[in-house]
């Protein structure tokens, strides 16, 4: 799976209910745009009820109310579609490891699980864009200028300009540093090294 190039994956999003599905928190809506080789072939995106009501705060932060989730279907029912979308493919997502909690404790509700493996494009990010004001998706978009329609907290949207991110990034690997088509392991790699040592990590990719 991780010897695939990393512009074949699928970037995905959700919006929840708080911060841990330890704490009893649930997904509301997913979003997902599918890449293959570098283009988006395919996008999936869903509200879901997560069987009770949300708070103020989040109908706020998302711009998704009750009155919405109260006519979705269930989680279960999202997440047996979505599994059906991601297949076997590697998956991104910003703040990764936040994503990864939710997918995987609502697969499990259904039974269902993924062969794929994740990227984080934030830590990525961090490495590449050392100089960058912060590393929130939003100020990324705005640091290297990516089109946008402004909406942000919202599954579809964000996975969208999330996959631009991504995209931007391996364009700028082959830019300065000469790594054209680079493979998903190659960007799990580089989101673990020290931010001191990526420049020699990928010059060394280069020439190798």
């Known amino acids: 799976?991780?010897?695939?190039?990393?512009?074949?994956?699928?970037?995905?999003?959700?919006?929840?209910?708080?911060?841990?599905?330890?704490?009893?928190?649930?997904?509301?809506?997913?979003?997902?745009?599918?890449?293959?080789?570098?283009?988006?072939?395919?996008?999936?995106?869903?509200?879901?009820?997560?069987?009770?009501?949300i708070s103020g705060f989040i109908e706020g932060y998302t711009g998704i109310t009750n009155a919405m989730l109260n006519s979705a279907p269930s989680c279960s029912e999202v997440m047996v579609q979505f599994a059906d979308f991601i297949g076997n493919d590697n998956l991104v997502a910003h703040n990764a490891s936040f994503d990864k909690r939710f997918l995987d404790a609502e697969l499990d509700v259904i039974d269902r699980s993924y062969s794929g493996e994740f990227a984080c494009s934030m830590l990525i990010a961090r490495r590449l864009y050392q100089e960058a004001p912060n590393h929130k998706l939003g100020g990324l978009v705005e640091y290297k200028q990516i089109e946008n329609d402004g909406v942000f907290h919202r599954a579809l949207a964000d996975s969208e300009v999330t996959a631009k991110l991504w995209l931007k990034m391996l364009e700028d690997m082959q830019d300065d540093y000469q790594i054209a088509s680079p493979s998903f392991r190659l960007m799990q790699q580089l989101s673990k090294k020290s931010k001191s040592a990526v420049r020699t990590f990928l010059t060394t990719t280069c020439r190798g």
């Open 1 to 53: 799976m991780t010897s695939r190039s990393a512009s074949s994956v699928i970037v995905l999003d959700f919006e929840t209910t708080g911060l841990s599905p330890n704490q009893g928190d649930r997904a509301i809506e997913i979003g997902a745009v599918k890449l293959q080789d570098g283009i988006v072939v395919d996008t999936f995106q869903e509200l879901m009820n997560p069987g009770f009501r």
